[in-house]
């Protein structure tokens, strides 16, 4: 198989406060893994690419210093969502590639639907 | 830049009956990867079906099957005995050798599959 999990599923915060989403691949190393952002009826909109061990590779337009990412394993993956604002608020979901596989293939986590008070 | 249309927002099937959901792509790579994804109400992404660009033959995944048109640049997903489980959002999407790992997603259609 190829299970990926998300931790939390759903958060709810206050404004100014940071919030960590996990996103861990449960039966197989994933050399790079990454994360999206998908807002109400709309397709998903890539973030930051991610590989173990070295820097994530942020999409044009996304503040590095606010969403900060952390690859420390080759089945871990973290995103904190620094001093967020309601205008965080969305459904961010991650995905992993397999480091042995079916090339470009990514399985996705079930999400996490975040709400900035 | 490579871009993926998805030009029907949305699609109704009948169940049992057969479905085709429309996915054209823009690129200059020849060596790529196209992919059909599923996201129903639980929001999970659910990888539905792949295609090679150097293979001409098309993929099937049981009752899935696309549809690949590389000279015209299209990658259509079949449905076919359509069940209401089949009711969800489904994204077409695109990798190339240049981009990496990164997928290209299209807009997304949203199918509805009456009983």
């Known amino acids: 198989g190829a299970v990926v999990s998300q931790h939390p599923s759903r958060v709810i915060c206050k404004s100014g406060t940071s919030v960590k989403i996990e996103c861990r691949s449960l039966d197989f190393q994933a050399t790079t893994m990454f994360w999206y952002r998908q807002f109400p009826k709309q397709s998903l909109m890539l973030m930051a690419t991610s590989n173990e061990g070295s820097k994530a590779t942020y999409e044009q337009g996304v503040e590095k210093d606010k969403f900060l990412i952390n690859h420390a394993s080759l089945t871990l993956s973290t995103l904190t969502v620094t001093s967020a604002h309601p205008e965080d608020s969305s459904f961010y979901i991650c995905s992993a590639r397999k480091r042995e596989g079916v090339q470009g293939t990514q399985y996705f986590g079930p999400g996490t639907r975040l709400t900035v008070l | 830049a490579q871009t993926v249309t998805q030009s029907q927002p949305e699609m109704s099937v009948q169940e049992a009956e057969t479905v085709t959901l429309s996915c054209t792509y823009d690129t200059s790579e020849s060596d790529y990867y196209l992919f059909w994804y599923k996201q129903p109400p639980s929001r999970q992404m659910i990888l539905v079906i792949r295609?090679?660009?150097?293979?001409?033959q098309n993929a099937t995944e049981n009752r899935f099957s696309v549809n690949f048109q590389k000279a015209a640049k299209s990658f259509s997903l079949k449905i076919s005995d359509s069940q209401l489980g089949d009711a969800a959002m489904y994204f077409c999407?695109?990798?190339?050798?240049?981009?990496?790992?990164?997928?290209?997603f299209g807009t997304g259609t949203r199918l509805a599959v009456r009983p």
């Open positions: 999407a695109y990798r190339s050798e240049s981009s990496g790992d990164k997928l290209t």
């Open positions: 295609q090679e660009a150097y293979k001409q």
